[in-house]
């Protein structure tokens, strides 16, 4: 699978596809372990390839999120603290006055 590809799909079809290499990835470790003869020994590390890249992606994603989150909470931390001063301006203002 290449990242062109994962890029494309939805974050559930991310994770069950990732569940879906692990479990697979298991099943090729134990019959190795177990001196049964893989028939494509380099299918483990395809898989281990694709399970890097699938989490990779979805690191990137939870970032993006989490940014994008952050970014919100600083706008309303600005507007928040603008009209904070400003009260606080005008108030020393009208005790000065008297």
């Avoid at 974050?11 to 990732?18: A, D, F, T």
């Avoid at 049964?36 to 990779?56: D, E």
């Amino acid at each position: 699978m290449k990242s062109k590809e994962i890029r494309n799909l939805a974050l559930e079809e991310l994770s069950q596809k990732l569940s879906e290499l692990r479990k697979e990835l298991i099943k090729l470790r134990s019959q190795s372990a177990n001196k049964t003869s893989l028939k494509n020994p380099y299918q483990i590390k395809k898989i281990r390839k694709v399970t890097a890249r699938i989490l990779t992606e979805l690191n990137a994603r939870k970032k993006k999120i989490s940014e994008k989150v952050a970014k919100k909470s600083e706008k309303s931390g600005k507007i928040a603290a603008t009209t904070g001063a400003a009260d606080i301006k005008k108030g020393q203002k009208k005790e000065s006055k008297k």
